[in-house]
């Protein structure tokens, strides 16, 4: 039981997902009655399995975050229909699949997003992320900090305000705003000070 | 202001170009009092006067359309206006030297701007070369070929009223500026591509942040490569409407065009970052610059006066965006 657990805790902290597939069919392999495992299994299909070429590595998820903090950025004239795009990103991220899981379907995908959140995070690191004016300009610490703060808020408070979807994407949003806070000290604190600016601007 | 900002349509357009609209309606208004001041006898009110204007604004907006989506993904191209020189200059010597119909030069115009935005993205996408060292090597390679091609000479387009001379109608008919038409058209097909489809999308995203949308599987080297072919094709468009508007093209010049194209960008709220771009914005910005070359030629002053200008609007805006990233940080 605690090399399962061990096992699972591995699976949901790797982020190649090469390795992560590995994980997984050790874990089928070990554990082939646990009910958890067509879950994973349906997870990972969902996530990095390319309907049209089996042998593309893709991360849906990952795509997903990037894809939903540009919908927030959608000018007014264009957010007709955002909506349906938000609510068809949560399906992408594998909200449908897992509902005839129940509670157990939901704790899982919860801790599948947050692995992608976490790999999202990972990619701020990079040397893209940081660049400003024309790429000639490199951001230093703090500000690559503040701007995935003003993403992370985007992603889960901006988004679901602007476009009236908090229920459809509760738990997108707890797994998000969860992971960021673990992953960063003072992740709170960027939080609050986002949400502080956006308030500030709503009053004046 | 709050009311005013939360009205549907200023929702719609945006706070910051409803802002720039009223930007225009002041400087018209302070050229029309300001002009029979400093110059007299002249005047701004005329009809003429707004039609010269939109002459300039039509290539600055058609290259600001195009550098838009380059700066989108997070790149620069320095290269817009020798581009759009070059395109102009080789396909109108083959117009008038060698003869070739008019239709198919105007085609080879956008042809030539593809390949130089086919040049400049190879390099950024596939060489990971600095977008700003590779398109200043091509507004120099540009520059050349132009000069090289003409053998050193101006090139002359058929004046209105010669034959082969209907590409005119595209800028003005009559009185009517349908350029002005052609431009919002071409800037709404540009917004819906950008807000719209998967490509824009993709654009967009990766402008702010390029290695996520890599592990997510998208080809980012495509994509980043699209959006300077577009700045390419647009740049070949932009010559044509710059033909059409001032008929004479010199060679080795082009170059001031670059900074005015990214000032109407950059003023319209496309972030030199990357991720946000808005191609409203940068028509409204093409009709600020216009307006202020116009004003400035119309109050008695020299065209260099428009470079400072220009300069101080390029300094201003950018430090505004980046002031502006910084406060929403």
Known sequence: ?204 | MNKFKNLPVVRAIGFNRVVLIGVILLMYLVFALLTPVLHSGATFLKYDRILSALNYAYFIGFLGLGVTFVIATGGIDFSIGPVMFTAALVSGYCLTQYHVPLWLCLILSIVIGVLFGIINGYFVAYRFLPSFITSLACMQIAKGVGSVFTKTQSVTWPTEGNENAWFHYLVRWGDVPVGFILLCLVAAICAVVLNKTKAGRYILCIGSNKEAVRLSGVNTKKWEMLAYIICGLLAGVAAIFYVGAYTTVQPGLGDTFNNEAIAACVMGGTSMAGGLASMLGTVIGALIIALMQEGILAMGFTISYQYVITGIIVLIAVTADTLSRKRKN
Not at chain 1, 128 to 154: C, F, H, P
Not at chain 1, 187 to 202: A, V
Request: glycine share 6%; with cysteine.
């Open chain 1, 1 to 204: 039981m605690e090399e399962e657990e061990a096992l699972r805790e591995t699976y949901f902290a790797e982020l190649d997902p090469g390795r992560r597939k590995e994980l997984l069919e050790r874990f089928s392999r070990d554990h082939p009655q646990d009910a958890e495992v067509p879950l994973f299994q349906t997870l990972w299909s969902l996530r990095h399995v390319d309907p049209k070429n089996a042998e593309h590595p893709v991360d849906t998820f990952l795509w997903q975050i990037v894809n939903l903090i540009s919908l927030y950025r959608v000018p007014g004239f264009f957010s007709g229909g955002t909506e349906k795009e938000i609510r068809a990103a949560m399906d992408a991220l594998g909200f449908s699949a897992v509902a005839k899981y129940g509670d157990k379907g939901r704790e899982i995908l919860y801790l599948e997003l947050r692995n992608a959140a976490r790999r999202y995070f990972s990619t701020c690191e990079s040397k893209s992320y940081g660049k400003k004016l024309m790429g000639i300009v490199t951001m230093n610490e703090s500000e690559r900090r503040d701007k995935l703060a003003r993403e992370v808020w985007q992603l889960t408070e901006g988004l679901s305000r602007r476009f009236e979807t908090d229920e459809d994407m509760a738990l997108f949003r707890k797994a998000v705003r969860d992971e960021f806070i673990v992953q960063y000290p003072d992740g709170e604190e960027r939080l609050e000070r986002q949400e502080k600016r956006r308030t500030k601007k709503r009053i004046a």
